[in-house]
């Protein structure tokens, strides 16, 4: 018996179509196609039919589902209740973007250095990188008691919390005539080599910033991926191209050979979130979404811009 499957099954149930099944799983559709297949496989029986238009449930499926349904559930609320009960005797579990991570952690030690025998309001925490959409499942499981990370979208039983509210920015050699300007647009950018970080680590702030580059008109053969954020500045400054970026990369620079502008018709601002299951947002978790909240608020992105 696989409780994965059986999951996957119950979201295909519900949904009738492998891919929402997947996006509510956080999970890529061919997992969750082959952990149906195998669970018929154990079973002896088809629990669905799928063809090119449709997804419905066999008679057994169906009856299968409403057995199964019941105690799976109960199990995961055994489960999130014992996590919320230990809450006070064990250490916290914060997940990160490698990004957010080294932009914000070393705050949340200063602010949070550990938890007095006689106060129940903080407890003690550890920090385990993680991309945003693994953060989304393991909240959701109770795997991680607090994520950190970019915009994400409304996820049932889940809380985000926005942190703050940045600006994309393009990232410039101080030599560049662009420089002069206080803003940049990126139509200004559609002859220029542009450089971005990978973001297909979180497909949300992916799509809103690829919606932009569309909206510029900017060809898709001017647009080339530096590996890691902390690079971004260094092939600024030693090749001439324009990084566009989240607007905190420019608290971590340390290049005076490079500035950032605010870009002027990107969409909308880059939000930094604290996620976690809704119903655990009480008592240690809420004080210290509260504590991170207070450190975005004061990163200071706007005195980089000038």
Request: aromatic share 4%; with cysteine.
């Amino acid at each position: 018996m696989n409780l994965r499957q059986m999951e996957c099954f119950l979201a295909v149930a519900d949904e009738l179509h492998f891919r929402r099944a997947a996006d509510r799983l956080h999970l890529a559709p061919p997992s969750v196609s082959e952990a149906v297949a195998g669970l018929e496989r154990s079973l002896g029986s088809r629990l669905v039919e799928r063809t090119s238009r449709r997804v419905r449930l066999t008679p057994f499926g169906a009856e299968f589902a409403a057995a199964i349904r019941p105690p799976i559930e109960a199990l995961h609320q055994a489960h999130r209740a014992a996590r919320l009960r230990s809450a006070r005797h064990r250490d916290l579990v914060v997940a990160h973007t490698p990004e957010l991570g080294q932009l914000i952690l070393p705050g949340l030690v200063d602010a949070w250095p550990g938890a007095a025998a006689d106060d129940e309001a903080r407890g003690r925490w550890r920090p385990v990188p993680m991309h945003t959409p693994e953060q989304l499942a393991a909240v959701a499981d109770g795997e991680v008691d607090v994520g950190l990370c970019w915009s994400v979208p409304e996820q049932p039983g889940i809380a985000s919390t926005v942190l703050g509210s940045f600006p994309l920015v393009a990232v410039l050699q101080a030599a560049d005539p662009l420089a002069s300007r206080h803003e940049v647009a990126l139509t200004d950018l559609r002859t220029r080599q542009i450089l971005i970080t990978p973001r297909a680590d979180n497909p949300y702030l992916e799509s809103q910033l690829q919606a932009d580059i569309i909206r510029a008109g900017i060809p898709r053969t001017h647009i080339e991926e530096v590996g890691r954020y902390d690079e971004l500045a260094v092939h600024v400054a030693t090749r001439g191209h324009v990084g566009v970026h989240p607007g905190p990369i420019a608290l971590t620079n340390s290049l005076p050979a490079v500035v950032f502008r605010r870009i002027a018709d990107a969409s909308d601002g880059v939000r930094i979130c604290a996620i976690s299951r809704a119903e655990a947002r009480t008592g240690s978790i809420a004080a210290l979404v509260a504590s991170l909240r207070s450190i975005v608020g004061s990163l200071d992105v706007d005195a980089k811009l000038t």
